[in-house]
């Protein structure tokens, strides 16, 4: 079962003030056919998603992870 989180960041070429929220998801289950549209990243797993926010501006992301909440349907 593929888990969601909204993740709340930033760009890296933009100020970390000027935020955003999207939806992500953070298991290696694949591209999910039913949600594609929706979701902007899909993280391997719930660990590489803890990863990015530690790592704050040096992951590898054009972006930056402030925080992430799991989403519940």
Do not use: C, Q
Request: aromatic share 20%; charged share 40%; glycine share 4%.
């Amino acid at each position: 079962m593929k888990k969601y989180y909204y993740i709340k960041g930033y760009w890296k070429n933009e100020t970390p003030e000027d935020t955003f929220e999207y939806l992500v998801t953070a298991t290696d289950d694949g591209i999910d056919p039913e949600r594609d549209d929706e979701i902007f990243y899909y993280f391997s797993s719930e660990e590489e998603l803890i990863e990015a926010k530690e790592m704050g501006t040096r992951t590898i992301h054009d972006f930056v992870v402030k925080d992430f909440r799991e989403e519940y349907n």
